[in-house]
């Protein structure tokens, strides 16, 4: 199979479900967004981080990818065939449980902190904001209630990306810069 197809050189792609639309068409720009949200989560996990974090990352990342997958399938041609194509309400629970507990160990925030940190916090920053980009994009979609779940994910997981930067500083004896 080769890279290049060369169906896309005319400014148009197949969505999953055959259809050809501009790769400026709305549904394009939102999993193009949960994918650079991915690469982001995989540069912070190019950095040293402690097992807990990096497995964490690591599931974020099949998430997003499963995310991306759903939204390019408008019409739930692969969804129904391929259980790892999506998120759920679970996955949501199993973002906040991990917000929870990553929390206990935190300092209490009493003001908002700056971007920053150490290294893998301030990447973690970075990957918070382009998840909020994302959301953005998705948000344009009114999406139905089938699909409302993403949007949820996708919120939580922004909660998560914070917590996960104030959690890698606090780790590495980084103090927060308030606001």
């Known amino acids: 199979m080769k890279i290049y197809t ?17 790769k400026a068409d709305l ?23 402690d097992d807990e974090i990096a497995t964490m990352l690591q599931r974020v990342q099949r998430d997003l990818f499963a995310l991306g997958g759903r ?15 999506g998120v759920g309400d679970a996955d949501v ?10 929390e206990i160990g ?17 990447l973690l920053h970075g990957a918070r904001t382009v998840c909020r980009r994302a959301e953005r994009r998705i948000v344009r979609l009114a999406l139905d209630q089938e699909d409302a779940v993403i949007l949820v ?14 959690a890698v500083n606090h780790r590495a004896g980084v103090t927060e810069t308030e606001w």
């Open 6 to 22: 060369r169906t896309g050189d005319s400014g148009e792609t197949a969505l999953f479900d055959g259809q050809r639309v501009s």
């Open 93 to 102: 629970r199993r973002l906040e449980q991990w917000i929870d507990a990553l």
């Open 153 to 166: 994910y996708v919120n939580r997981l922004s909660d998560l990306l914070f917590v996960l930067a104030r």
């Open 27 to 49: 549904r394009v720009d939102a999993y193009g967004e949960v994918d650079e949200l991915n690469a982001a989560v995989g540069a912070v996990l190019a950095e040293p981080l």
């Open 106 to 122: 935190l300092p209490p925030l009493r003001h908002f902190v700056l971007p920053g940190g150490s290294r893998p916090g301030a």
């Open 71 to 85: 939204l390019a399938d408008p019409g739930r041609r692969i969804a129904g065939r391929v259980e790892k194509v």
